[in-house]
């Protein structure tokens, strides 16, 4: 079938995005879905750092992609050999398909399913297929397993997880990433507690995403960090009980004074090797520093080696928090349906597929927390 599509053929095209309009819309041939496959036509997709990053080179990908990876949608039908979904089912996309039976996956780590990562890496679907034709003959290349900036896409079925036919798909789509990855990080990676202390840098998605989830775990107090004033009023609305904007002085020692000594956990979501020493930095003897960001490949991180030792100190990744999606995703939505997770707070965009080259500048200066492709 004929589908249109974001594609991205060169990575590195100058910003402005609106001018270079690196994503080009193109009509593909999308192959049905083969077993253990589902088509879907998307209902909405948001715009994240780690498609950003795909876009200006500092996450290098197998090109030509259709690039997307947080979405959610209806399936529309059903591969041979594929249980657990019907025709109709809403369902939110997890960008590592965990294959259910590697070591990771088998002991409780789906984001780290080793048959994932290789075929993300390879730009193609679980299976190692690619459904994505050009002239019925060039491949394209699948991101993370979902290419959602698409009418329509077909996944793996260990790339998708049912949810409430009743929520909105705006909303149901921050599941898939900001959500799952910043609150993922606070109660899978960190396991923070009622009342211990939370520092988090950068108030993008995930940051934001990771805010919610430490006042829903009780964390107190919760400091957020950001370059932008706008973004701290935001945090504070949502639950921060102390802000610090970069341009007022010395980060750490604001995040020490507000902490009294230091946080006993810090999240750290740029993607900048600076943010996360000064993260490390406002971390108290005892504590953890979390990192979420994805810095490019060839930046290197380093501190204080006594430290670790002497004060006890942990440093320790979360990659899509640490998550089984087809265990947080369905929590992590009753939450938002409770009360207790307002995710909506964080759509702050809704667009066309025809605006999203002009979306990612805004995303690259910071002007939006989660924008939307509603098709």
């Not at 075929?119 to 290419?147: P, Y």
């Not at 004033?229 to 007022?248: N, R």
Request: charged share 20%; net charge neutral; with cysteine.
């Amino acid at each position: 079938m004929k589908i249109r599509a974001a594609v991205l053929r060169e990575m590195g095209l100058p910003a402005p995005y609106a001018q270079s309009q690196p994503l080009k819309f193109e009509t593909l041939e999308l192959d049905p879905p083969g077993p253990g496959e589902l088509l879907v036509r998307v209902r909405a997709a948001g715009l994240c750092h780690s498609d950003l990053s795909v876009i200006d080179g500092s996450r290098p990908r197998v090109m030509p992609m259709v690039l997307g990876h947080e979405a959610a949608g209806e399936v529309v039908q059903i591969g041979a050999d594929t249980e657990g979904f019907s025709v109709g089912d809403q369902v939110v996309f997890s960008f590592v398909p965990s294959c259910g039976h590697c070591a990771p996956c088998a002991s409780g780590r789906a984001a780290l399913c080793e048959p994932g990562a290789k075929s993300n890496t390879a730009g193609a679907l679980l299976s190692g297929a690619r459904r994505w034709h050009q002239n019925d003959t060039s491949e394209l290349h699948h991101h993370l397993g979902v290419s959602a900036f698409a009418e329509m896409t077909v996944v793996s079925a260990r790339s998708a997880v049912r949810v409430d036919r009743d929520l909105p798909p705006e909303i149901a789509a921050l599941f898939g990433c900001a959500v799952m990855t910043g609150v993922g990080a606070v109660v899978n990676t960190a396991k923070v507690g009622v009342g211990e202390s939370v520092a988090i840098f950068g108030l993008g998605g995930v940051g934001l995403a990771s805010l919610l989830g430490a006042r829903a775990a009780g964390a107190y107090p919760i400091v957020a960090i950001d370059v932008l004033q706008s973004k701290l009023d935001l945090a504070k609305e949502l639950g921060a009980s102390h802000t610090v904007l970069v341009s007022d002085g010395d980060v750490v020692a604001a995040v020490r004074e507000a902490t009294k000594g230091g946080a006993q956990y810090t999240f750290e979501t740029v993607g900048s090797e600076q943010v996360l020493a000064q993260a490390y930095a406002a971390t108290q003897r005892g504590g953890t520093t979390v990192t979420m960001g994805l810095p490019h490949p060839q930046k290197m991180f380093s501190v204080p080696a006594v430290s670790l030792v002497a004060e006890e100190r942990t440093v320790k990744g979360s990659y899509m928090g640490s998550a089984v999606p087809s265990r947080d995703i369905p929590r992590f939505v009753a939450l938002y349906k409770s009360g207790r997770l307002p995710v909506d707070k964080l759509l702050t965009h809704r667009l066309k597929l025809e605006d999203i080259n002009a979306a990612f500048d805004r995303l690259a200066r910071g002007e939006a927390v989660r924008q939307v492709v509603v098709f």
